[in-house]
């Protein structure tokens, strides 16, 4: 005999999370299965970053750029969620709000800050556009080949090995049941019900929620849905701990840069930058080629960077789509069975958690997510 | 600068000394590379000049191997740490002593990174006084420095006896021994009859030394727990079997803990070798054939990298590596290795069963931890909250549990806490199935320079060729 839920999510990663927690508090029963510990592929490797302003368009290697403007109403979205996060949670979660630079260096780059500038205007993000010398005043650590930087102060960073684990401790608080090593085998509808087997439970529900990062192809095929999604891995790099020096996130608008400290003192330094290998069945292997570009840009543009010590490097996978877009909606044809994914979704995280739950219970998204959706990526 | 060598040995202790001074005479060329600044390893270290001068030299033997190999034309890099290997797979780098970077590629590589000590956390083992043996067996060596005035030896395993025995040469007052187990039962006299094992009767000279100096070995006894202010000053001994009530209470200035040795594997993974867990240990170790080869062609492991079992043991599976890495590079029969070696190893295997196995050692102390000990001295991370998070969210698994609490995310990047905090997990959950069993190894091996990693990203923006 199966058990039954309103909603089985799954993988437990910050959407999982996000999304267990959001169904379960308006009262529904919430069954989440991960293959194997909670949080621990892209949501804990992730770099953590709050994007506000604009996001960079390309990461080293990837192949489409992404309509980054198309992003700003769904970041002004998030950011506006994640305010209110840890009160929400009842629990720190590093949550800093300390703002952020991103730079250029050449006249293209200066070009494109101001282009962002505006579309930021336009979604209602308070953004700035500094020369390179008030870039410098402004933080002082900046170095001489930043031409110019646009400020946002809601830019930020909050502990990734936080914030799953939160929501998923606020998820089980409100009675969600969460089963890690627990590897989903296979899915199957019947009389509008569907009915998920995972490690040695089935368990049977009206909505399931693919978020399963890398895995989300994988686990859609065990349904029949056929999506097109291209998992990479990507790697990030931290400093020893060193003494407060720096509380702005600053980032590259050509280049992969993304460079904070963070609550313990380690200065992470990531962008983006390719691993040696995805593996998806063990751990990925970092690229030591990615760790020199990563970290002589790094110094390029924060030139103290080249008196600490760098401690560890780490790779993690990334739930890329072929257009580089989020991926979130309900499957055509598959009533009841939703995806979420694709990059930036750490940022996203409060917010598809939030979409996820109005598709469960069939309400209108928060948001336009019109052309997100998976219709796009169906083979 | 790219340095090309026939083969390239990685650590300059008796294992990748005898290696290269082998390697080296049948006319190839070789590299050995080692951090410290300079050649003998832990066992052969060389002491300064200045103390070599007044209190000679405690360990010639060291000081000759290191002038033959020398002498045979093997490129010594002293100071250098090996932090990493280029996406390659094969090309080492490194860090000269001024902090410059050295590519390096071998046709042959030999891993002779030796080992790290065992150890398992109590309360108070973060005081300023409390080290491990071999860190007081290394300032009595190089420097001619007493680790403490009056200090107790504490954890298991033969090699407290001989630190005790250089710390009562130093005028040290030993005020005794804690062993954790019971291998003196029948009199440490008594041992030396046991027929062949050198090492026996090599502990059981020590063992007449500490007699004679009247030192105490208290055995089937561990650390409760240690006290002191800005440093330990006190140490509180209690029965291995029952290791929360406390027995004997005895001042300190200094107290010197250590379980053994656990092989220095970080290189060997990064470098894509199979490495098992070793049931006992819990240790990641190199799965390699008698003559030291691993999974991978052209690596070999030799020494205590390749499983703990002494100098001598080390010293002949260099040289059993070497004669191995020479008949594939020039073509030459090797001689079979195999029966000095099983002979060697059936003599540690003797004298470690006289020892508590590590495994068996956490499952007794690990119980009765408390919850505030610092499991993780790095980030300051309690046994409480490794439990807490183990048995919980991470659901038994040993990597999450360190996303979570921190644990093994320090600069040692887990060496001293690696081995506890595994035990504290397993002890909180059943492993799941998918779980690792030790920290993975990761870029850089150690902590390196940025400074470092920018000249070399400008060389390999520059000069990089095809190998």
Not at chain 1, 254 to 261: A, D, N, R, Y
Not at chain 2, 40 to 50: D, H, N, S, V
Not at chain 2, 352 to 361: F, K, M, R, W
């Amino acid at each position: 005999m199966s058990a039954t839920a309103d909603v089985i999510v799954v993988g437990a990663g910050v959407l999982g999370a996000a999304a267990a927690y959001r169904i379960a508090r308006a009262g529904h029963r919430v069954r989440v299965f991960d293959r194997s510990a909670p949080g621990r592929e892209g949501s804990g490797t992730t770099a953590g970053n709050l994007h506000v302003q604009a996001v960079h368009t390309r990461r080293p290697g990837q192949a489409v750029p992404l309509d980054s403007a198309r992003f700003l109403p769904l970041q002004r979205a998030a950011s506006d969620l994640w305010a209110g996060l840890e009160e929400e949670l009842e629990t720190s979660v590093e949550l800093r709000r300390g703002g952020g630079f991103t730079v250029a260096e050449t006249p293209g780059q200066c070009r494109e800050l101001h282009d962002k500038h505006r579309w930021e205007a336009d979604a209602g993000i308070k953004t700035e556009v500094l020369d390179g010398d008030a870039a410098r005043a402004a933080l002082p650590l900046l170095g001489p080949t930043v031409a110019a930087a646009s400020w946002c102060e809601l830019d930020g960073y909050a502990n990734p090995l936080k914030v799953t684990p939160a929501y998923l401790a606020a998820a089980i608080r409100y009675g969600a049941e969460v089963t890690p090593f627990a590897p989903v085998r296979g899915i199957t509808r019947d009389a509008g019900i569907w009915r998920v087997t995972a490690g040695a439970h089935t368990v049977e529900a009206p909505v399931v929620i693919d978020v399963a990062g890398p895995w989300l192809g994988e686990v859609a095929a065990l349904a029949g849905i056929r999506l097109r999604m291209t998992p990479v891995a990507i790697q990030m790099h931290a400093t020893v701990r060193v003494p407060p020096v720096m509380s702005h996130l600053v980032q590259h608008i050509g280049e992969g840069l993304s460079v904070k400290q963070v609550t313990a003192g380690n200065v992470l330094i990531g962008g983006g930058w390719p691993a040696r290998t995805l593996d998806l069945a063990g751990r990925s292997a970092t690229s030591t080629a990615s760790l020199l570009g990563n970290v002589a840009l790094a110094v390029r543009i924060l030139p103290f960077l080249t008196r600490l010590r760098l401690l560890r490097a780490w790779a993690g996978p990334l739930a890329a789509t072929p257009d580089e877009m989020p991926l979130i909606g309900e499957v055509p044809g598959a009533p009841g069975f939703l995806v979420a994914g694709g990059t930036y979704a750490f940022t996203f995280g409060p917010l598809w958690g939030e979409t996820l739950r109005r598709l469960a219970e069939g309400a209108p998204p928060p948001v336009d997510i019109s052309d997100l959706g998976p219709e796009r990526l169906l083979t | 600068m790219i340095v090309e060598r026939d083969v390239l040995v990685v650590g300059g202790g008796p294992a990748g000394l005898t290696a290269a001074l082998r390697l080296a005479q049948a006319g190839l060329t070789v590299t050995v590379l080692d951090e410290q600044a300079e050649l003998g390893g832990q066992y052969y270290r060389r002491p300064a000049p200045e103390v070599a001068a007044l209190w000679g030299d405690h360990r010639p033997e060291g000081r000759r191997l290191v002038e033959r190999v020398r002498a045979a034309g093997v490129e010594c890099r002293t100071g250098h740490l090996v932090w990493g290997v280029a996406d390659d797979g094969r090309t080492l780098l490194a860090a000269d002593p001024a902090g410059r970077p050295v590519r390096l590629r071998g046709r042959h590589l030999l891993l002779a990174t030796g080992a790290y000590e065992r150890a398992i956390p109590f309360p108070g083992w973060q005081l300023p006084g409390v080290t491990t043996p071999g860190f007081a067996q290394h300032l009595a060596a190089a420097d001619h420095t007493p680790i403490g005035d009056r200090v107790v030896l504490a954890g298991s395993g033969p090699f407290l006896l001989p630190v005790a025995c250089t710390l009562l040469a130093l005028g040290v007052r030993v005020a005794g021994i804690a062993e954790a187990g019971t291998p003196y039962r029948a009199g440490l006299r008594a041992l030396g009859a046991v027929r062949h094992p050198a090492r026996l009767r090599e502990l059981a000279g020590y063992g007449a030394r500490l007699a004679r100096a009247r030192v105490p070995i208290w055995q089937g006894t561990v650390v409760l727990r240690a006290d002191g202010g800005d440093r330990v000053s006190a140490v509180t001994l209690a029965a291995t079997a029952r290791p929360a009530v406390p027995v004997r209470t005895v001042e300190v200035d200094a107290l010197c803990v250590g379980y053994g040795f656990r092989p220095q594997t970080d290189l060997v993974r990064l470098l894509g070798c199979a490495v098992r867990a070793d049931a006992a240990t819990g240790d990641a170790v190199p799965v390699t054939d008698p003559a030291g080869r691993t999974s991978r062609e052209d690596v070999h492991v030799a020494g205590e990298a390749a499983g703990i079992g002494g100098v001598h043991l080390a010293t002949a599976r260099g040289r059993a590596a070497a004669d191995d890495i020479l008949a594939r590079l020039t073509g030459r029969p090797a001689p079979r290795p195999a029966r000095r070696i099983r002979r060697l190893a059936r003599f540690a295997a003797l004298t470690e069963a006289l020892y508590p196995s590590p495994a068996d050692l956490l499952a007794t102390l690990l119980p009765a931890l408390p919850e505030h000990t610092m499991a993780c001295r790095c980030e300051a991370v309690t046994a409480g909250e490794v439990r807490a998070v183990a048995a919980g969210p991470a659901a038994g698994d040993l990597n999450a549990t360190k996303a979570w609490t921190r644990a093994g995310m320090g600069p040692c990047q887990g060496r001293a806490c690696g081995f506890a905090v595994a035990g504290l997990v397993r002890e909180a959950a059943p492993a799941p199935a998918a779980a690792t069993p030790v920290f993975p190894a990761r870029t850089p091996v150690r902590p390196v320079e940025i400074a470092t990693l920018l000249d070399l990203a400008a060389e390999d923006a520059g000069t990089d060729g095809p190998a």
